[in-house]
């Protein structure tokens, strides 16, 4: 364990990528969470939402998604990493069965729905103040997540920013129509005074942003979650 954090680093079963895995905080709930970091990596607002699913009593797994050059991989070893962190979950005693939740932080959205709809045994998936798709497509992101949303087997929420505008609404609302078409359970919801910023205390400017009501709806989703 490193720091007053209780994070360690592992290695994935079957995979040269590592993870961060927080445990859960007391007795814990049985539940899991794999966080989906962006092409930051796994910085301190990932390493904010780490900790307070951890504090809430959930294993949490953040497995790096970038390469030796630090450049994010491509979608494809992404769906490979992010199986190998759901088994890691699946192999620990600490979780129980169908209590495992998908997270996507900022630009880690997008690949995390794109896992989500191809994976099967997760509760829910969560999508956290990031875009739903790629601005274009090439050799990394073959594929448009929303593209893939009638394979999704599990409920989903969706928080974005009411105030900073990076995901426009028209997107959100295709979201909404392809969920809708599909009969797929959902939650969309638009909050305003939050951002990736806001989610970590120490950044400059955030400090005193009322985030506690973005926290009651992912973590009563959450404790939801079967």
């Given at each position: 364990?490193e720091?007053p954090?209780?994070?360690?680093?592992?290695?994935?079963?079957?995979?040269?990528?590592?993870a961060e895995?927080?445990p859960?905080?007391g007795?814990?709930?049985g539940?899991a969470?794999i966080l989906?970091?962006g092409?930051q990596?796994?910085?301190?607002?990932?390493?904010?939402?780490?900790?307070r699913?951890?504090?809430?009593?959930?294993?949490?797994?953040?497995?790096?998604?970038?390469g030796?050059?630090?450049?994010?991989?491509?979608?494809?070893?992404?769906?490979?990493v992010?199986?190998?962190?759901?088994?890691?979950?699946?192999?620990?005693?600490?979780?129980?069965?169908?209590?495992m939740?998908?997270?996507?932080?900022g630009?880690?959205?997008?690949?995390a729905l794109?896992?989500?709809?191809?994976?099967?045994?997760l509760?829910?998936v969560?999508l956290l103040?990031?875009?739903v798709?790629?601005?274009?497509?090439?050799e990394?992101?073959?594929?448009?997540?929303?593209?893939?949303?009638?394979?999704?087997?599990?409920p989903?929420?969706?928080?974005?920013s009411?105030?900073?505008?990076?995901?426009?609404?028209?997107?959100?609302?295709?979201?909404?129509a392809?969920?809708?078409?599909?009969?797929?359970p959902?939650r969309?919801?638009?909050l305003?005074?939050v951002?990736?910023?806001?989610?970590?205390?120490?950044?400059?400017?955030?400090?005193?942003v009322?985030?506690?009501?973005?926290?009651a709806?992912?973590?009563?989703?959450?404790?939801?979650?079967?």
């Open positions: 364990m720091g954090d209780r994070v360690e680093r592992i290695d994935l079963p079957r995979c040269e990528h590592p895995r927080w859960a905080v007795e814990g709930s539940r969470v989906v970091p092409s990596g796994i910085d301190e607002p990932v390493r904010a939402v780490a900790r699913f951890q504090e809430a009593g959930a294993t949490v797994l953040v497995p790096e998604l970038r030796a050059d630090g450049k994010a991989i491509p979608d494809r070893e992404v769906t490979r992010l199986h190998r962190a759901q088994e890691a979950l699946c192999a620990d005693p600490t979780v129980q069965p169908g209590r939740v998908c997270c996507g932080v630009d880690g959205v997008a690949p794109l896992y989500a709809c191809q994976a099967r045994g509760s829910g969560l103040l990031g875009s798709s790629y601005p274009e497509l090439d990394r992101h073959p594929t448009q997540p929303l593209e893939m949303t009638l394979g999704l087997e599990c989903l929420l969706a928080v974005f009411a105030d900073d505008g990076s995901v426009p609404a028209a997107e959100i609302e295709d979201l909404r392809r969920l809708d078409a599909f009969s797929k959902y969309i919801e638009i305003p005074g951002s990736l910023g806001s989610l970590d205390p120490t950044v400059k400017g955030y400090a005193g009322p985030v506690e009501p973005f926290w709806v992912i973590l009563g989703f959450l404790q939801q979650s079967p």
